[in-house]
């Protein structure tokens, strides 16, 4: 099951209490005080760790505590430390304060280790408080109690590239053609109801991560379908490609203006990110003019369709790509608008070097 958000609360160790003891040996007269100090709470940490994928081990817990600290011991002995409470997490995890919404630690990388909470520290024993008055001394501390705080998880899957399209536009047979991912696909709208990600391979030593979300349709910013809970986890890819469904009976234009209004409500800086898009389903189109919908679409947005072709582009189909390749580029506009087809294969490879080079380009 993919959780990719859980809320439960949080407490480090409680320290041991001191001891109140007295040393007692033969051949030794008034030996005197001699309690041990009481041992540390434990603390809570969290880890990064690259063999877990979601959140789903905290999923119906609600309390998780560390180990209280032990009672010291005569003869001077300190009481053991509680154990640390080692929450291991995902990259991409957002550790955030549910009562001030507060991101407490963002956890990106292999091995990141967050100390969250301290356990309390161990009172100390009678022989701390043994002096020319008293000799012999009765009390001994308490150990100071833990922290408990109320989190939140929330899980932000890390990609180079986010896909975004309304349901059913081919976004799930895209990243299955193009990297290893194995997504279900099915002739009907969100069939993609998790974030899945994919490895897409170029050669032997380049590579780059794509991520697919479920659909985005009119108003997921505000809740509708199943967006707004998922387009969290492109806030952290570098680069998007719009999907639009050449065959769709919405406008092209209209897809891309209603996805990219969606992305702006929900984050102003998602919606700055560099972009390209792609007319997917090419092989179905079943209208007049393929060449000239393509070319009205790049038109509308108040480009020209590009004869140059730098990326290996199918030179059957118009398409735009800008003019600078290994230079900065408008980031105001799409890198390249390229039609393409998952079945056929047309433009697939042309298209996964493009990305890779947009990705170079943006870092």
Not at 170 to 199: C, D, H, M, Q, R
Not at 212 to 223: L, T
Not at 333 to 344: G, H, N
Request: hydrophobic share 35%; proline share 4%.
């Amino acid at each position: 099951m993919f959780i990719d958000s859980v809320k439960f609360s949080v407490s480090s160790g409680k320290g041991g209490q001191g001891c109140a003891a007295f040393r007692r040996e033969k051949f030794v007269v008034k030996g005197g005080p001699d309690g041990g100090d009481g041992g540390k709470g434990g603390d809570v940490c969290f880890v990064v760790d690259n063999n877990t994928d979601t959140l789903s081990w905290y999923k119906g817990k609600h309390k998780l505590k560390a180990d209280n600290g032990k009672p010291g011991l005569g003869s001077r002995c300190t009481g053991k430390s509680g154990e640390t409470l080692v929450l291991v997490v995902p990259p991409g995890t957002q550790v955030i304060n549910d009562d001030t919404d507060e991101v407490i630690a963002d956890l990106l990388e292999e091995g990141d280790k967050k100390l969250l909470l301290e356990g309390g520290k161990g009172g100390l024993g009678n022989t701390h408080f043994k002096n020319s008055r008293n000799q012999r001394p009765t009390y001994f501390q308490p150990g100071l109690p833990g922290e408990t705080m109320n989190l939140r998880l929330e899980l932000k899957l890390i990609a180079d590239v986010g896909l975004v399209g309304y349901p059913n536009v081919g976004k799930s047979t895209l990243i299955s053609t193009t990297s290893n991912a194995t997504p279900e696909v099915a002739n009907y709208e969100f069939t993609t109801l998790t974030p899945k990600l994919g490895v897409v391979e170029l050669g032997d030593f380049n590579s780059f991560v794509m991520a697919d979300i479920p659909g985005i349709i009119d108003g997921a910013s505000e809740g509708k379908g199943l967006g707004l809970e998922f387009l969290r986890h492109i806030e952290r890819t570098k680069t998007l490609l719009f999907t639009i469904d050449i065959t769709n009976y919405r406008n092209t234009l209209d897809q891309f203006n209603v996805l990219k209004e969606e992305l702006e409500k929900f984050s102003s800086d998602l919606s700055k990110r560099n972009y390209a898009i792609a007319l997917t389903k090419t092989d179905a189109y079943y209208g007049e003019d393929l060449s000239a919908d393509i070319t009205n679409f790049i038109n509308e947005l108040g480009l020209e369709v590009t004869k140059s072709n730098e990326f290996g582009f199918d030179k059957k189909l118009p398409y735009y790509v800008q003019d600078t390749v290994y230079e900065k580029f408008d980031k105001s506009k799409p890198f390249f608008i390229l039609p393409i087809s998952s079945v056929t294969h047309n433009n697939i490879n042309a298209l996964k070097f493009a990305l890779h080079n947009l990705i170079t380009q943006g870092k």
